[in-house]
């Protein structure tokens, strides 16, 4: 099996922490930069962050900038999202997916650019549910 699961989610009061992760099984997640994505109820799928293959370049978008951490570690075929400070407005399914695109067994995985923007759609896992909430 060629995979990428989401994992870690849950429900959680708001100022509170979760760490997301993000494992690869049958390749070496070594060789691709891994971006971080979530999508809210009724919105648009929306970048959060993005680590390079090397882990020595970050991404985070405005919202998430300073509460959130992306890590790596690659012996594991592990990539981390370290969310801090969780509020209402994070509560979405949460999803990763490698750069450049590869082809997994559910199909090929989206193109995105460094700043997260995707720019061709593809297939995408079941991604974990994060919900903040009093």
């Known amino acids: 099996q060629v995979q990428l699961v989401e994992s870690g989610g849950g429900l959680v009061q708001p100022g509170g922490a979760l760490r997301l992760s993000c494992t690869a099984t049958?390749?070496?997640?070594?060789?691709?930069?891994i971006g971080w994505f979530r999508q809210a109820p009724g919105k648009e799928r929306e970048g959060v962050a993005r680590?390079?293959?090397?882990?020595?370049?970050?991404y985070y978008a405005d919202s998430v900038k300073g509460r959130f951490t992306i890590s790596r570690d690659d012996l594991k075929r592990v990539v981390y999202l370290q969310m801090n400070s969780l509020k209402p407005e994070d509560t979405a399914v949460y999803y990763c997916?490698?750069?450049?695109?590869?082809?997994?067994?559910?199909?090929?995985?989206?193109?995105?650019?460094?700043?997260?923007?995707?720019?061709?759609?593809?297939?995408w896992g079941q991604g974990t549910q994060v919900t903040v909430s009093s």
């Open positions: 680590i390079s293959n090397s882990g020595g370049d970050t």
């Open positions: 049958g390749f070496n997640l070594t060789y691709y930069n």
């Open positions: 997916a490698p750069d450049p695109p590869m082809l997994l067994d559910n199909g090929w995985t989206p193109k995105f650019a460094p700043d997260c923007r995707v720019v061709r759609d593809g297939s």
